[in-house]
């Protein structure tokens, strides 16, 4: 084997990695953008999560008060 064909071999070689690093550059930002949608949507579940269990206490907290107020129980 010649020097210049293993010069273009290598060469070949080497776009071809490089096209594929592009590849994987790509998907990875795709991946990424995917991943800060999904931890907004998260947050969001779990700041409703929070005011839930907030009304639920607030709720089971002045029942009792509101029912013995009333003289219910």
């Not at 930002?29 to 206490?57: A, C, F, P, S, W």
Request: glycine share 2%; proline share 1%; charged share 30%.
């Amino acid at each position: 084997m010649k020097v210049s064909e293993h010069r273009e071999e290598v060469l070949k070689y080497l776009t071809k990695l490089n096209e594929r690093q592009i590849t994987i550059f790509k998907r990875v930002e795709k991946m990424e953008v995917h991943l800060k949608e999904q931890n907004g949507r998260i947050r969001e579940l779990e700041d409703i999560k929070v005011q839930l269990y907030t009304v639920v206490i607030v709720v089971s907290f002045l029942m009792p008060v509101v029912l013995k107020a009333l003289n219910l129980i």
